[in-house]
């Protein structure tokens, strides 16, 4: 049975990717950052639901150069037959150009651009070893990298060069692995946003509604299995990426 490798696993919309590609019938491994609790508790549930399936979990630490690099080789080495690969770490918090931080740009281009950089040169090497079919990248992006606004700088030159990436991967690796990118709106209320400010975005949204855990769920499936699929980005953003509404410049932006 095909295995999957998530990083970045145990977030709200990582474990929902997770648990999307049990559905699928995947083995799945994935890594957490913060709390081996929250991952230990991701593992229980993932067993009682999905019995016949295989799941395991690793600490990863894409902020720790020397940790990142070992973690990646101990990954491919240590799990047969991983056919897909997702990039869901991330790092977000606000900035503009006028107040940014250069420590806070680094971390930025670390998690978005080096880190997943470092897997892909990885995955290839595995994927020739082991002869791997139809193997894929799906790298967990925003739409916000085709919509650009003034606000979440580094977070957005960081997301912006991971779409970036991937285009140049999925050029590199043809016809061996295909590498795809998911850019996503806003599924959750942000950790900033009160309830009344994740509203007011979703109001803003040409489709005036969320995007939903189930059009991931098919965004996932088509991208895994769709073998003509390379180099693309779908938008679940309920058409945000379609043009940014130009707000008050004097009121906070959480979104």
């Known amino acids: ?18 648990k999307i590609c049990a559905r699928l019938s995947y083995n799945v491994v994935f890594t957490y950052n913060s709390s081996f609790e929250r991952a230990q508790n991701c593992i229980h549930s993932l067993k009682e639901k999905f019995p016949d399936l295989s799941f395991d979990i690793h600490h990863f630490d894409a902020l720790d150069n020397y940790q990142r690099e070992k973690c990646v080789q101990e990954l491919f080495q240590n799990h ?3 056919s897909s690969v997702f990039y869901n770490s991330s790092l977000f918090f606000y ?14 281009m670390d998690i ?4 997943p950089l470092l897997i892909l040169k990885a995955f290839k090497a595995y ?27 580094s977070y957005t030159l960081g997301k912006s060069s991971l779409w970036t990436l991937t285009q140049t991967a999925a050029r ?5 692995i295909r590498v ?4 996503l709106g806003p599924m959750t209320q942000g950790e900033k946003q009160t309830i009344e400010q994740f509203h007011q975005q979703l109001e803003s949204l040409p489709l005036k509604k969320k995007p939903s855990f189930e059009d991931l769920f098919k965004a996932i499936d088509c991208l895994l299995h769709c073998q003509s699929l390379t180099g693309q980005m779908l938008y679940l953003d309920s058409g945000m990426s ?12 959480f979104f």
Do not use: Y
């Open 1 to 18: 049975m095909r295995t999957i490798l998530v990083f970045g696993g145990t977030s709200t919309v990582g474990f929902e990717i997770v």
């Open 80 to 82: 047969c037959n991983i």
């Open 95 to 108: 900035d503009k150009i006028e107040n940014h931080k250069t420590d806070d740009l680094n971390k930025s």
């Open 112 to 115: 978005h651009v080096k880190c």
């Open 127 to 153: 994927v020739v070893k082991n002869k791997i079919e139809n193997p894929s990248v799906i790298h967990m992006i925003d739409s916000r990298v085709v919509n650009l606004t003034p606000h979440f700088c």
């Open 172 to 176: 590199e690796f043809i016809p061996d």
């Open 180 to 183: 795809n990118a998911v850019g």
């Open 242 to 253: 379609l043009g940014w509404q130009f707000p008050d410049q004097k009121k906070p932006r």
